[in-house]
């Protein structure tokens, strides 16, 4: 009778034993698949480029040099991807520069989805022709009292105050950027040729710079 109890324990046993490897090597295979998955959705994210303007080149005028203006409509999204008000600009020459400030994040705040720091943030600061000195170019977007650029704006109060406000500071100051998240503070001015008829779409990737090129179909996303 005892050997018959002690045979049935040490089966009970043998199968929790075997059970509990079950459960965890099951539970580690979630786990790795999660992490998988978490890893793919990061990559991802970080390849994403988001539309930020389209430049609709309606007419040009004279031969190619000083004596040509190209007129164009400059139309900006915001961050959910909705068009703003559109604007007409003439420059001189057929050759555009768009001047921006831009702001580019840590990966790991890329990656995860942050809520402000989940993609580079730009501010376009003005357009000017080849043969136009930038000062004597045109302003784009202003910023808010606060500094924020509005269709960038998420709500996320004197942090994101913050980042515009000290932006200047990031561009020297590295400890004071990393500390924020900032891996990159600096101006960028993505210029092309502009031909009649055509239409240029300008992007900002997830973790990079401003793109200026012939409008086409890109992987965008809302954040």
């Known amino acids: ?3 018959l109890l002690l045979a049935t324990f040490v089966l009970s ?8 490897s079950l459960f965890l090597r099951e539970r580690r295979a979630g786990d790795l698949e999660r992490d998988n998955r978490r890893m793919r959705d990061m990559i991802a994210r970080l390849g994403t480029e988001f539309r930020i303007a389209d430049v609709v080149v ?3 005028e004279g031969a190619r040099g000083r004596d040509r203006r190209t007129t164009f409509r400059f139309l900006t999204y915001d961050r959910l991807g ?3 008000q559109p604007r007409s600009y003439t420059i001189s020459g057929d050759v555009a520069y768009f001047d921006a400030l831009v702001l580019k994040f840590e990966d790991r705040y890329v990656g995860d ?3 402000l720091r989940g993609r580079s943030l730009h501010l376009f600061r003005r357009v000017f022709g080849e043969y136009q000195a ?3 170019g ?4 202003a910023a808010s009292v606060d500094g924020v650029p509005e269709a960038l704006r998420v709500g996320a109060g004197n942090f994101e105050e913050e980042l515009w406000r000290d932006f200047w500071k990031y561009t020297n100051d590295g400890d004071l950027a990393r500390s924020k998240g900032v891996r990159v503070a600096q101006g960028e001015a993505v210029y092309t040729r502009l031909e009649a008829g055509r239409t240029y779409r300008l992007t900002i990737e997830a973790d990079g710079g401003i793109n200026i090129r012939p409008a086409e179909p890109v992987t965008t996303a809302r954040n």
């Open 58 to 60: 309606t007419a040009q």
């Open 113 to 115: 989805a942050d809520a």
């Open 13 to 20: 046993v043998l199968a929790a034993v075997l059970g509990w």
């Open 138 to 141: 045109f302003p784009l977007d």
């Open 82 to 84: 909705n068009a703003q």
């Open 134 to 136: 930038p000062d004597d």
């Open 1 to 3: 009778m005892r050997k």
